[in-house]
């Protein structure tokens, strides 16, 4: 029986099918996985879904890794839960990101979802109730999972629950957009949890204010941001290969100063407005022509829905259109890169003299905090209002909003022309600041805190 469980959609490892028939394990990098490698002990259980079909492969050939529960959770279930209502509904509703005259529409079809939503937490909950020693304690990630506090709560009172939520909480008019019972089910599943973990004070406060009416008694809103592990992403980004792919792109960029970004092809990452105020800056500022690269990496997410693959698309073209307007014989303005090249993303945060994270709502971006981590030269960094990292990063980085693309093009030309002693000076204290929590305290840290309840 475990006395410390973590539950989270996506799991510290994934399988791929060989040819041979074998199954291959990867192990996944990402914030979480790192906190926990470092604490592994017998006692501890991550519990998650089997995402793919290899993963439900590895599941029913008992193929397991050391302290991780692969759920088989069915795949049309999974395909409703997961695409269908967190990716598609919470993910919206928490980034602030339909577009209103024609979404959401909350019709017979959701309903049904939403069961498949409700079925998918109670086979966390289930699992968890069954692993789960007494008085244990429960670490529950995340949107995908927001009924499992309350489900649990019911099936195993003697257990210390928490739910961190790492994207922001939606503010309460964009959830009031939710049918009345189905925010109530969301808000009171929620509620089951002694401990509500959020990375920002704004989105602890936008959940406080949405949970006014179901009443937050008994349970406690709690801060906790997650940083960067320095040593750790040095390490990975001093590798031969990386070594290899930054020479690469210092001999097709030459002597001209960077623009780097990198995210997932996301919607909320606002790519494309990124895009738009460098095609500004070109245009206003004419002396940044064949002086400057956009390195732009966005690795392909949630390919599985219309409105990601037109993303994705539009990411392209764009960045097309750009290059056909301004590029010359030996000049590529923008440099895109649409595939899952952590290399290349590394490479590039080794040369960035500016780092352009300008999402519409963020919960955190952990990138804002990487590229100070491993610059080389220091970089400035260009930070929406809206990005969780914004409340620790601001003082030193140009912030903007991210709507509007004549600021955003402003502040690329201010980073660009930032003294060499004042970007050191910032870059420093930005990495500083991104370091001070570091995965394994954070979460730790949150550990410390459930005990306290
Ligand atoms: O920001 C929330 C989050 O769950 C992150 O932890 C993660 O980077 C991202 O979303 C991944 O989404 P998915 O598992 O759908 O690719």
């Keep these: 029986m475990a ?5 989270s959609n996506r799991g510290p490892v994934s399988y791929k099918l060989q040819d041979d028939g074998g199954l291959d394990a990867r192990k996944g990098g990402g914030g979480l996985a790192s906190a926990l490698s470092g604490i592994s002990s017998p006692d501890n259980l991550w519990v998650c879904a089997a995402l793919s079909e290899a993963d439900r492969e590895a599941v029913s050939r008992g193929v397991a890794e050391p302290g991780v529960r692969m759920l088989d959770i069915p795949p ?13 509904v919470l993910w919206f509703l928490h980034h602030h990101l339909y577009d209103v005259p024609r979404e959401p529409v909350f019709d017979a079809e959701f309903r049904r979802q939403w069961e ?8 966390f909950t289930e699992a968890l109730a069954a692993e789960a020693a007494h008085g ?6 995340d949107y995908h999972l927001a009924l499992v506090p309350g489900q649990l709560r019911k099936a195993r009172p003697d257990l210390r629950i928490a739910h961190f939520t790492h994207t922001p909480w939606a503010s309460p008019a964009y959830l009031r957009m939710l049918p009345d019972d189905i925010r109530e089910e969301l808000l009171r599943g929620m509620l089951g949890a002694d401990e509500l973990g959020f990375h920002t004070r704004a989105w602890a406060k936008e959940f406080r204010a949405c949970a006014e009416q179901p009443g937050l008694s008994g349970t406690h809103v709690a801060v906790h941001p997650l940083g960067v592990d320095a040593d750790d992403l040095r390490k990975m980004a001093h590798t031969p290969e990386v070594d290899a792919r930054l020479a690469e792109l210092r001999a097709e960029i030459g002597p001209r100063r960077t623009i780097v970004r990198v995210d ?3 919607l909320s990452k606002n790519i494309l407005r990124g895009l ?7 245009t206003t500022r004419p002396e940044w022509r064949e002086k400057v690269v956009h390195l732009a990496s966005a690795y392909p997410s949630r390919q599985d829905l219309e409105s990601y693959r037109a993303y994705t698309q539009a990411v392209r073209d764009l960045a097309d259109a750009i290059n056909s307007e301004f590029g010359t014989a030996d000049w590529q303005p923008v440099l895109v890169s649409v595939k899952d090249d952590f290399t290349r993303s590394l490479a590039a945060y080794r040369l960035a003299d500016v780092a352009l994270v300008n999402p519409v709502r963020d919960g955190m971006n952990l990138v804002a905090k990487e590229i100070p981590v491993v610059s080389e030269e220091g970089c400035a960094l260009v930070l929406s209002t809206e990005a969780g990292a914004y409340e620790e990063l601001h003082e030193d980085a140009l912030t903007v909003n991210p709507f509007d693309v004549t ?12 003294p060499p002693a004042e970007r050191k000076d910032r870059t420093r204290r930005l990495a500083s600041a991104a370091t001070a929590f570091p995965p394994q305290r954070w979460f730790l840290n949150q550990l410390a805190s459930l005990r306290d309840r």
């Design 3 to 7: 006395t410390v469980l973590v539950a």
């Design 76 to 88: 049309e279930v999974y395909a409703d839960a997961y695409n269908g209502i967190a990716n598609s």
């Design 116 to 123: 498949s939503y409700r079925a998918y937490n109670e086979a």
């Design 136 to 141: 244990a304690a429960v670490l529950v990630q």
């Design 264 to 266: 997932r092809t996301e």
């Design 276 to 282: 738009l105020a460098y095609r500004e800056l070109l």
């Design 407 to 418: 600021a955003t093009a402003e502040a690329l030309h201010r980073a660009l022309t930032m």
